[in-house]
């Protein structure tokens, strides 16, 4: 007889073999599927709640070309071309184009699993 308590020796009978558990494409394709609708489900509200972008300031483009004159005569080119992405990297992660970042990053692991799971499916077949 087994030392096991009872509940040990009952939980380890309704383990559902591996034999019967559903294939791995099957539970990619579902893992897939369930990141795209959970990634768009997240960005539609974002996207409709998010303010409207501001309204550009002439002012504010005067300064911007003069901190540009000022970091390229710190930095270089290099130095004017990191500030612009960092400054485009930046503004991904706010109002609408935070919706837009959230619905191209879950499309683009969706499709990961996607591809993972017909590579799979290849594999076996």
Do not use: C
Not at 4 to 24: D, F, G, M, N, S
Not at 48 to 69: F, H, K, N, Q, W
């Amino acid at each position: 007889m087994s030392d096991r308590p009872p509940q040990q020796a009952e939980r380890v009978t309704r383990a559902e073999p591996l034999a019967q558990r559903r294939p791995l494409p099957v539970r990619l394709r579902f893992w897939g599927a369930a990141i795209l609708l959970i990634g768009l489900a997240i960005a539609a509200p974002i996207y409709i709640l998010a303010p409207a972008d501001p309204v550009a300031d002439p002012a504010a483009g005067i300064a911007s070309g003069l901190y540009e004159y000022n970091i390229e005569r710190i930095g270089g080119k290099a130095a004017v071309y990191t500030d612009r992405f960092n400054r485009w990297l930046a503004g991904l992660w706010h109002g609408r184009p935070l919706a837009g970042t959230i619905a191209v990053l879950a499309l683009v692991v969706a499709l990961a699993f996607f591809w993972a799971a017909h590579v799979e499916s290849d594999r076996k077949t």
